[in-house]
């Protein structure tokens, strides 16, 4: 089975600083999702990834597919950062892509 | 706007009466799960289905039952809600084009209280 590790779990930073969230996986996958929890709930994807890096505003994300690990920056962080991050990796071809398991994920506290 | 819409935001029932969380898309996307959402445990998904009457169970299926019978459509049913299963459920959706997918799309998310 699939285990997804997050670190940090919890993260308190300065408005401005560079921020890395990180995630490892355990077994080969067919893409990693990072998703953003805000405080009323919802949940919204950020990324997703099966190589290389993607770049979306100060937010970058990274993985390594032979290390099994992924990374989450923002950079210039600012309060309305504030959020849980999630990592989820789906590790299904064809008919089980649907299948995603998810870290527990890290809670950001951006203060001004 | 693309967007997967989930019915009721917030509800609070009793023991043993049986309730219906709807979960609707307009992607016509193929694959389509429920999870639920507690605190300590993350996100385990309960259900998934891959296409039109085609479903399988997640890591926490006991309790729960679903249906796919359209391809926009898949909603949550409690048969006998007990209150273990007072929780925060997401309803997502996905398409399955190319070898590894497409990004998931999640509903608002449903608060259910089960006294």
């Known amino acids: 089975k699939n285990e997804v590790e997050q670190s940090p779990q919890n993260l308190t930073a300065q408005e401005g600083e560079f921020i890395t969230i990180n995630c490892s996986y355990s077994?080969?996958?067919?893409?990693l999702h990072w998703l953003q929890q805000h405080p009323g709930g919802g949940i919204v994807s950020l990324f997703m990834?099966?190589?290389?890096?993607k770049k979306h505003g100060r937010l970058i994300a990274t993985i390594n597919i032979q290390e099994k690990h992924s990374s989450l920056h923002i950079t210039a962080s600012h309060p309305r950062d504030s959020a849980v991050y999630i990592c989820a990796v789906r590790w299904g071809y064809g008919g089980s892509q649907g299948n995603l398991i998810f870290g527990k994920g890290t809670k950001l506290s951006v203060k001004p | 706007e693309a967007q997967v819409t989930q019915n009721p935001r917030y509800l609070i029932t009793v023991t043993g009466k049986k309730l219906t969380v709807t979960c609707s898309q307009n992607m016509n996307h193929e694959y389509m799960s429920w999870y639920r959402q507690d605190p300590g445990l993350g996100l385990r998904q309960i259900y998934y289905s891959m296409n039109v009457e085609v479903t399988d169970k997640g890591d926490v299926p006991e309790g729960y039952k679903v249906s796919r019978k359209e391809k926009r459509n898949f909603p949550l049913i409690l048969e006998s809600p007990s209150p273990n299963q007072t929780s925060l459920y997401f309803c997502?959706?996905?398409?399955?084009?190319?070898?590894?997918?497409?990004?998931?799309?999640f509903g608002q998310g449903t608060r259910l209280t089960v006294v």
């Open positions: 077994v080969g996958i067919s893409a």
């Open positions: 997502a959706s996905s398409s399955g084009q190319g070898r590894v997918g497409t990004e998931a799309f």
């Open positions: 990834l099966s190589s290389g890096k």
